[in-house]
């Protein structure tokens, strides 16, 4: 398989700059969970993993996904945290560092939602919440979070956003992807509320809605809020939020009015068309509606999608380049390149085709 890319690779590697974020090329570190954060506390060890990725020319690393400051916002004992003393005092140090080697950094703000098992850790007692309590399957296993319960849910996401500018983090994304708490208000299948955050395509973002508009009271207005959101559900590939592209305009244009900057549109492989007659993917979609700047992602430089999370050999970044080049999009996320190799952007900017790394998913168990 030829890694070699015949198209320039210039467009990747010219600076962005919109009216809150500057950056010195268009690559994005794709936000990973890694789970290697004891008691939620990120160490020296994951500080020095994103320092390594800012060494090397990454344009902006989004963090893996981190819990906002609500009992069930993780499932694990060792995803970290983005609240307490300690976890933030570990932030701080991994902001420091990115920001030593001239990069920069945006925490993504997480809350896992429905998808936490009962009894997990970090918080055994605590239960999985969602809009209806139900599983993404479907399966009724909690109770419906109350209207205050939800409120204060937005204020946590709030507080989070607050400290993160506080922390100096040049932005922030809110993860509203992949079946996760936000998610599950979006899509249909989890959200059967009758009050103001349930009912149609519309009604269903208005969580997300008081989210955002809640971060950017505490960020002011020149701090960039970034939001992601994707079609497809973990127990789910194949599940639409909307349907069509006019769907997909109803969807977006309350969340650009409650203030997002940049859509970071998740898909499993970027070159699928997102609907028939066209050859946009979600993030060509996204910004042809929205106006904003949007960031593409989806196996990225490698011939097998991540949620196999096997083995994937390094492919040439042609079929990238055509649609960078077209300004389908502005940003482009690289996920499991990225995880294995912190090389990985200069050595696609030297040319080192030869150099680039395969995947294996034993990459998982370690911080390279």
């Not at 500057?22 to 794709?30: D, E, H, S």
């Not at 994937?312 to 649609?323: C, F, I, Q, S």
Request: glycine share 10%.
């Amino acid at each position: 398989m030829t890694t070699t890319t015949n198209k320039s690779i210039e467009p990747l590697f010219e600076a962005f700059h919109s009216e809150k974020l500057n950056l010195n090329n268009r690559t994005v570190m794709a936000p990973m969970t890694r789970g290697f954060s004891p008691e939620g506390i990120p160490g020296e060890d994951v500080a020095a993993y994103y320092r390594r990725r800012a060494e090397n020319g990454v344009g902006l690393i989004i963090t893996e996904g981190t819990g906002i400051n609500h009992p069930s916002s993780v499932s694990g004992a060792s995803i970290p945290l983005f609240h307490g003393e300690e976890s933030l005092k570990g932030w701080k140090h991994v902001v420091d560092e990115v920001h030593k080697a001239g990069g920069k950094i945006a925490p993504q703000l997480w809350h896992v939602g429905m998808t936490r098992k009962k009894g997990e850790l970090p918080n055994e007692e605590a239960l999985p919440v969602g809009p209806s309590g139900l599983s993404l399957d479907g399966e009724q296993v909690t109770e419906p979070l109350t209207t205050e319960e939800t409120e204060r849910l937005v204020e946590a996401y709030a507080q989070a956003a607050a400290d993160a500018k506080r922390l100096g983090f040049d932005a922030i994304e809110l993860h509203g992807a992949h079946g996760y708490l936000i998610d599950q208000f979006f899509w249909e299948q989890t959200n059967k509320r009758t009050d103001r955050f349930g009912g149609d395509i519309v009604g269903r973002t208005q969580f997300a809605v008081e989210i955002i508009e809640a971060c950017r009271r505490e960020v002011g207005p020149d701090f960039p809020i970034i939001f992601r959101f994707s079609q497809w559900k973990m127990n789910d590939f194949n599940a639409k939020l909307a349907k069509t592209s006019e769907e997909l305009d109803s969807f977006l244009q309350p969340l650009v009015s409650a203030g997002v900057d940049i859509f970071h549109c998740s898909t499993r492989r970027f070159w699928e068309p997102e609907f028939e007659g066209s050859d946009l993917n979600l993030a060509g979609w996204t910004k042809k509606l929205s106006g904003k700047p949007v960031i593409s992602v989806g196996s990225v430089g490698l011939n097998g999608e991540f949620t196999s999370f096997n083995s994937a050999e390094a492919t040439n970044l042609d079929n990238l380049m055509g649609k960078l080049e077209n300004d389908e999009f502005d940003l482009v996320a690289v996920g499991r390149s990225l995880l294995i190799d912190p090389e990985w952007v200069k050595k696609i900017r030297e040319g080192r085709a030869e150099d680039l790394q395969p995947f294996d998913k034993t990459a998982l168990q370690q911080l390279y």
